[in-house]
């Protein structure tokens, strides 16, 4: 049974930085796309960021390029997000997202993901 789990989530003010956590079993993680979605209250899920099986391609929403930066270690089954320059509007339900794909694609769709998380919050107050 495949679990995929986020931590870090938390309170922050505006300009703080975050880092999130993803663990993913009971797959072969290193043969998994992985990407992270948000979801704001009353709005659909965005895209935030992904990182393709062996780290080779990563790929970023315009509103969190420069900003995000999406990383994994397919030794520990991890795949992270730190999260700089954090604005109210990063405020959402963060969820971490497992997909088998080839070996450098990144899709941000979340057809593309097979295995998704609970999600974890991040509230940025002003």
């Known amino acids: 049974q495949v679990h995929v789990v986020e931590s870090g989530g938390g309170l922050v003010q505006a300009g703080d930085s975050l880092r999130l956590s993803c663990t993913a079993s009971?797959?072969?993680?290193?043969?998994?796309?992985m990407g992270w979605f948000r979801q704001a209250p009353g709005k659909d899920g965005d895209f935030v960021a992904g990182?393709?099986?062996?780290?080779?391609?990563?790929n970023y929403s315009d509103s969190v390029k420069g900003r995000f930066t999406i990383s994994r270690d397919n030794g520990k089954n991890m795949v992270y997000l730190q999260m700089n320059s954090l604005k109210p509007e990063d405020t959402a339900v963060y969820y971490c997202?497992?997909?088998?794909?080839?070996?450098?694609?990144?899709?941000?769709?979340?057809?593309?993901?097979?295995?998704w998380g609970q999600g974890t919050q991040v509230t940025v107050s002003s």
């Open positions: 009971g797959l072969t993680f290193s043969s998994y796309a």
């Open positions: 997202a497992a997909g088998r794909t080839a070996a450098f694609r990144v899709d941000v769709d979340s057809r593309g993901y097979d295995y």
């Open positions: 990182i393709s099986r062996g780290s080779g391609r990563t």
